[in-house]
């Protein structure tokens, strides 16, 4: 079975906090994407990956970086964190986009809340 | 630019009735769409995608989709649900102009009463 790995179900952090999230596939896929979960707004794409070092911003990018160092792992850094960056963020991966490759796979998503 | 729509926010819906959720997306030369399906505390997973071929999509437990490209619309249906079926169902679609990225609609809560 492919599994994303998200390094913390549950974390709780201070405003002005530099955070990072984790996320580890096994499955040595290339994309990788950062979604945040908010009640109503469904998922927002906030950055993904095509391949190593790669990264495309994706729809609400500002207050988050990313880094892929390795194929494997694409964190999610909070560089200062604020009370509206509290949210459900989610990892996923993927094959490349050939049509019989194309499903997403997610990780079971860590709840942050900057307090 | 929204990519996906749907349509509504919340779905109530008696045990062994049919369903149906409703999803729009932003009409594309190419599209791949997908419906995912998230449990109480659970991550996503998915139901089915429509990649090319033949319209309608069955997926599993019993949920199926009919792409209309002419309406730009997937909307996933299901003939008789059951409480367990309770969950937010997620539409999503990769629009190929775009890439490979994936964009996710607000998402439907199905809940199942007996």
């Known amino acids: 079975d492919v599994k994303v790995t998200q390094s913390s179900r549950y974390l709780v952090k201070r405003t002005g906090e530099k955070v990072f999230l984790e996320c580890v596939q096994d499955?040595?896929?290339?994309?990788m994407f950062w979604y945040r979960q908010d009640p109503g707004l469904g998922l927002r794409l906030i950055y993904f990956?095509?391949?190593?070092?790669?990264?495309e911003k994706g729809d609400i990018p500002e207050g988050y970086s990313v880094s892929r160092e390795k194929k494997e792992r694409f964190s999610l850094i909070l560089e200062s964190a604020s009370t509206n960056q509290t949210s459900m963020y989610l990892c996923?991966?993927?094959?490349?986009?050939?049509?019989?490759?194309?499903?997403?796979?997610f990780g079971q998503g860590t709840r942050l809340t900057v307090v | 630019a929204q990519s996906v729509t749907q349509l509504d926010s919340q779905v109530p819906v008696f045990e062994e009735a049919p369903v149906e959720l409703r999803c729009n997306y932003s009409?594309?030369?190419?599209?791949?769409l997908f419906w995912y399906v998230q449990y109480p505390n659970q991550g996503l997973q998915l139901l089915l995608k429509?990649?090319?071929?033949?319209?309608l999509v069955k997926g599993i437990n019993g949920f199926e989709a009919e792409f209309n490209k002419s309406q730009t619309s997937f909307h996933l249906r299901k003939p008789s649900v059951h409480i367990s079926d309770t969950a937010e169902y997620f539409c999503?679609?990769?629009?190929?102009?775009?890439?490979?990225?994936?964009?996710f609609g607000a998402g439907t809560i199905l809940r199942v009463k007996s």
């Open positions: 009409s594309s030369v190419s599209v791949y």
């Open positions: 999503a679609v990769i629009l190929m102009e775009y890439g490979n990225k994936l964009v």
């Open positions: 429509y990649l090319s071929g033949s319209t």
């Open positions: 996923a991966s993927s094959p490349p986009g050939l049509p019989e490759n194309t499903e997403a796979f």
């Open positions: 499955m040595d896929h290339e994309n």
């Open positions: 990956s095509y391949d190593v070092k790669m990264k």
